[in-house]
């Protein structure tokens, strides 16, 4: 069982909060998360690379020289790829990198994740983070206060809201994503987690029914 301290926007510690990582993943698959991870990073693969084959490289298709008496080897056309200045001859075309693992194995590697982190104390609770209008000078000063300026760091929140957004955008190495977007990847990601209570009891509710 793990007791984490609930923080409010000045730093100061207003509460508890108990939470058991096996209620989210009764144990952690390395293999799980390190699959889970590869296929998020290969689906960011844009695969748009390409290159000329000989069809493709400007050049006659007159054949260079006759075929006997030249003492030379026999050569067609000048757009050979074993020549200067023609094509490939494994000439690369784009493709698609993408490739689902199974939902339910992407699920629990979500809550693997964030147990992974509850278990390593890389959990930091704020009663709550909303704000009334975008202002980055004030989520700055909360971080700080919270002592997690200068470090890479996923803020999770109930769902889209423009305003902790764009106040936080600004800042660097910090993302703000909403608890139905979040996955194995994007928690693991940064070094520490922020998100408030309501968050984690949604996030239970969700994996007590299989849904997360």
Not at 1 to 26: C, F, H, K
Request: aromatic content about 4%; glycine content about 8%.
């Amino acid at each position: 069982m793990a007791t984490l301290p609930i923080y409010d926007r000045s730093g100061a510690e207003v509460g508890s909060y108990e939470i058991d990582p096996a209620q989210l993943a009764p144990r952690v698959s390395k293999q799980l998360l390190h699959d889970a991870v590869v296929m998020y990073q290969t689906n960011r693969r844009l695969g748009t690379v390409r290159t000329k084959n000989r069809s493709d490289v400007a050049g006659t298709t007159k054949k260079m020289y006759r075929q006997k008496g030249t003492g030379n080897a026999r050569a067609g056309s000048r757009r050979s790829g074993i020549r200067r200045g023609g094509g490939h001859i494994h000439a690369l075309r784009p493709r698609d990198w993408s490739y689902r693992l199974p939902k339910k194995a992407l699920r629990l590697a979500t809550r693997m994740a964030l147990a992974s982190r509850l278990a390593d104390n890389e959990v930091t609770l704020i009663d709550q983070i909303g704000c009334e209008r975008p202002k980055t000078k004030e989520m700055a000063g909360i971080l700080k206060a919270l002592k997690l300026q200068g470090v890479s760091l996923l803020v999770a929140v109930p769902g889209h809201d423009q305003n902790v957004y764009k106040s936080l955008r600004n800042l660097e190495g910090v993302a703000v994503l909403p608890l139905d977007q979040l996955n194995a990847l994007e928690v693991l990601r940064p070094r520490r987690l922020l998100t408030t209570p309501a968050v984690l009891d949604a996030f239970r509710g969700k994996a007590a029914a299989g849904a997360t």
